[in-house]
């Protein structure tokens, strides 16, 4: 018997996986992504690998590792369908062991769980679930509001629509397929900022011109 409002947290269906990566470089972090009064850049989609576990397959490179012991993900959600992801807040216990190694094509940035079922308050039908990940600093981190206001690398992945929660002899539903793979967020500076940053440059070269 499940308790009412709930949603599976495995991350292999045999359909789909969501794999999780380390911050990419400035130029792929083309995602804007904001969430608890923090922004930044992410790269986000499927990867390009044949087979399990990028069903369905993608294109999307990603150069840097996938994360692994040292990261922790959490649940993100909130009532309703098609809430932002700024309205979806952390629920259930935190995923902090992840499949590396030979599993799943010998890749890692899989959270080792098989299908735990999170309980999302509120609600007893419908919800808007996304996912959250940050560098838990060795166990010390242990929300992912805490590793943004730490300045912790951290992310946030796109959202989905879940439009039947498990309950009774119904079975919790996977994660919805919407939500993608992704990457933890790169700080990119603001147009505004980089303009700042070549007015000083250049007034300091003419201040060195000038003692010359």
């Known amino acids: 018997m499940y308790s009412q409002g709930q949603v599976s947290m495995n991350d292999y269906n045999g359909a789909f996986a969501i794999q999780v990566f380390t911050q990419q470089s400035a130029a792929a972090s083309t995602v804007a992504v904001s969430y608890g009064g923090f922004s930044g850049f992410e790269q986000m989609g499927a990867t390009a690998n044949s087979g399990a576990p990028a069903v369905p397959q993608g294109t999307t490179t990603y150069a840097n590792a ?40 010998g890749l890692g940035g899989f959270w080792n769980d098989s299908g735990t079922p999170v309980a999302i308050p509120g609600t007893t039908t419908t ?7 940050w560098n838990n600093e060795g166990g010390t981190v242990t929300s992912l509001a805490q590793a943004q206001a730490g300045g912790d690398p951290w992310g946030v992945s796109t959202t989905g629509n879940i439009n039947a929660l498990g309950f009774g002899t119904i079975q919790p539903p996977n994660l919805p397929t919407s939500i993608q793979s992704f990457s933890l967020a790169t700080t990119v500076p603001e147009p505004s900022t980089i303009a700042l940053g070549v007015i000083g440059a250049s007034a300091f070269l003419m201040r060195l011109r000038r003692k010359q």
């Open 127 to 133: 919800a808007t679930v996304a996912l959250g990940a």
């Open 66 to 105: 996938p994360l692994g012991t040292g990261y922790s993900l959490q649940l993100l959600a909130a009532p309703g369908l098609s809430d932002p992801i700024g309205n979806l807040t952390p629920v259930g216990a935190l995923e902090t062991v992840w499949y590396g190694g030979s599993y799943l094509t």
